[in-house]
Antibody
Framework: EVQLVQSGAEVKKPGEALKISCKAS????????IGWVRQMPGKGLEWMGV????????RYSPSFQGQVTISADKSISTAYLQWSSLKASDTAIYFC?????????WGQGTMVTVSS | QSALTQPASVSGSPGQSITISCTGT?????????VSWYQQHPGKAPKLIIS???KRPSGVSNRFSGSKSGNTASLTISGLQADDEADYYC???????????FGGGTKVTVL
């Protein structure tokens, strides 16, 4: 089955680090870009960035450049999104999605809550 | 990179047709035939309903159609049904550096 399965919900304190994951199956992981999309509570979708797992070429939206790091491990068909120091404003649902000509396959989302 | 502009809400009665606009610039919507549309029901992941301006993925109802003119793309839902009540987002390729940008989203209400 073609699917993206994301890691579970996280509750963190401001200043803590975090890495969430997105495991792909059912398609050639290295042949498609895979991206991350943020959805803050009650708000719309925001494009964060994408990575091409074949060579780890990564592109970030200007709004997220320097704020997060996108990476991938092609040996286990998994993409990652990480923060070195979380802020309360990072509270959101984060979706990973496979990108062909569009985001044609989505993960179920990972809820990240940052609160003191 | 500014978000694409969509109306906040659109409504229609069952059986009617509605159209959602998505306005960008000559750097995104106007420059590439890579506009996509997504449907999101509450508490669910988004679902691709239109790619490359007009293409419907397998399994998506032919009541959904897309078009583009200049810097504005549009999604039309014909024969509106109760299950079409959801949020809809457009997205456009915006060049090799930024890659993509979403619209702010449109809430569709079936009266």
């Amino acid at each position: 089955e073609v699917q993206l399965v994301q890691s579970g919900a996280e509750v963190k304190k401001p200043g803590e680090a975090l890495k969430i994951s997105c495991k792909a199956s059912g398609y050639r992981f290295t042949s498609y870009w895979i991206g991350w999309v943020r959805q803050m509570p009650g708000k719309g979708l925001e494009w964060m960035g994408v990575i091409y797992p074949h060579d780890s070429d990564t592109r970030y939206s200007p709004s997220f450049q320097g704020q997060v790091t996108i990476s991938a491990d092609k040996s286990i068909s998994t993409a990652y999104l990480q923060w070195s120091s979380l802020k309360a404003s990072d509270t959101a649902i984060y979706f990973c999605a496979k990108h062909g000509a569009a985001f044609d396959l989505w993960g179920q989302g990972t809820m990240v809550t940052v609160s003191s | 990179q500014s978000a694409l502009t969509q109306p906040a809400s659109v409504s229609g009665s069952p059986g009617q047709s509605i159209t959602i606009s998505c306005t960008g610039t000559s750097s995104d919507v106007g420059n590439y035939d890579l506009v996509s549309w997504y449907q999101q029901h509450p508490g669910k992941a988004p679902k691709l309903i239109i790619s490359e301006v007009t293409k419907r993925p397998s399994g998506v109802s032919n009541r959904f159609s897309g078009s583009k003119s200049g810097n504005t793309a549009s999604l039309t839902i014909s024969g509106l049904q109760a299950d079409d009540e959801a949020d809809y987002y457009c997205c456009s390729y915006a060049g090799s550096n930024t890659f993509g940008v979403f619209g702010g989203g449109t809430k569709v209400t079936v009266l």
